[in-house]
């Protein structure tokens, strides 16, 4: 781990602490409303509508989340997205849209004017991210078409000119990329590209997504970036090396989260009233790694659920008889891929209220306010 976490300074670590406080963002007439995008980062239930592999609505998923529901999180209880619209004082992250879309048809026009969660998990910025391993998960371009039916509809409702202002002050939340590096270390069709050529697709993808959304409104983006994934249980577990964090595919998040820091700036110098808040949760996972004691911290390599090696090779399901762990907070991860709900909020608090070495070049808090 040395390696990769080299640069992070005792600072980082100080100045993520300084911030673990829960503050609310003020009054729901002042709240922004949430739209949310990405994988199962930030999933709170689409893929329980799809043919896929990837679902979180079984047990031991949700045993703390209230009533013990597994809602299709991938979490013992709340995620970071979750986390990040209590902040700002919802209860929660806005609902899926393939539930407000058949669940509740005759009020879709209203609700979807208190947000909507587009987010799949599995899913990645690429077409085919996942659906080899996972089947029909929705990539970040067909979230993006599910978005412009939302906006369609809050046009009917409110007019155009209302529609445009509505959505310059709600908060789009992207939360995508760590199954598309993923994908490329398993996956030998990516693989062949090389990874060069891989960046420059998927960074060409994600600039045509984030345009789109600009194009149907969107004004404010908090966009979360890609974590050490080469240190989660499932990737430690494909590999004979003591449980240490696999470093080359830390450096592939390292170096996707930079093009995706200048991809960002380029669209804030080249677009009309486009801002940004760019979360850097590589140095906030890497902070808990090198300093879990201070965060309340435990157990950083193993996953509280799961089976095999770490509990890494398979997902947290008490029908296949997963180990579960008793105490969870003292957990890093929750699963083979995933933070643990105390993981999760200490992310959220800095995604929210953090300083920019953390969260540039300002934070979600401040992004909402403009």
């Known amino acids: 781990m040395a390696s990769s976490f080299s640069g992070l300074t005792s600072s980082i670590v100080l100045v993520f602490l300084c ?19 990405g994988d199962s980062t930030a999933d709170v239930g689409t893929n329980n509508f799809l043919g896929t592999g990837a679902r979180a609505n079984v047990p031991y998923y949700g ?6 529901v597994a809602t299709g999180r991938f979490s013992n209880g709340f995620n970071t997205i979750d986390h990040i619209a209590k902040l700002f004082g919802y209860v929660e992250s806005p609902p899926p849209y393939l539930a407000l879309r058949f669940d509740h048809p005759d009020t879709f026009n209203k609700n979807v004017l208190r947000g909507v969660n587009f ?29 412009a039916v939302v906006r369609s509809s809050i046009a009917e409702t409110l007019g155009t000119n209302q529609t445009a202002t509505f959505l310059s002050k709600a908060l789009f939340i992207i939360s995508v990329g760590g199954n598309d590096l993923l994908e490329f270390s398993t996956n030998q069709s990516a693989t062949r590209l090389g990874q060069n050529q891989y960046l420059a697709a998927l960074q060409s993808n994600y600039y045509t997504q984030i345009l789109n959304l600009y194009a149907l409104g969107a004004r404010k983006f908090g966009i979360i970036s890609v974590a050490a994934i080469g240190c989660c249980p499932a990737v430690k577990a494909m590999n004979n090396n003591g449980g240490e964090c696999v470093e080359p595919l830390n450096k592939f998040a390292t170096v996707f989260n930079s093009v995706t820091a200048s991809t960002l700036q380029r669209l804030s110098s080249d677009l009309r009233d486009f801002k940004y808040s760019l979360g850097d949760s590589f140095a906030m996972t890497s902070a808990v790694l090198r300093s879990p004691s201070l965060f309340g911290i435990k157990e950083t390599k193993k996953a509280c659920c799961g089976v095999g090696k770490l509990n890494g090779q398979g997902p947290c399901l008490k029908s296949i008889n997963a180990e579960l762990c008793g105490n969870r907070n003292d957990f890093l991860f929750w699963d083979w891929f995933h933070p643990t709900d105390k993981a ?13 070495i953390l969260v ?8 909402a306010q403009i």
């Open 19 to 37: 911030v673990a406080v829960r503050v609310t963002y003020g009054t729901q007439e002042n709240r922004p409303v949430l739209f949310i995008f």
């Open 63 to 68: 045993i703390d989340f209230p009533n013990s």
């Open 119 to 147: 987010a799949s998990g599995g899913s990645g910025i690429l077409r085919e991210t996942g659906k080899k391993k996972w089947g029909g998960v929705l990539p970040l371009e067909k979230q993006v078409e599910q978005f």
């Open 344 to 356: 999760s909020f200490l992310a959220a608090s800095k995604l929210f209220n953090g300083p920019p």
């Open 360 to 367: 540039t070049p300002i934070n979600f808090r401040q992004l």
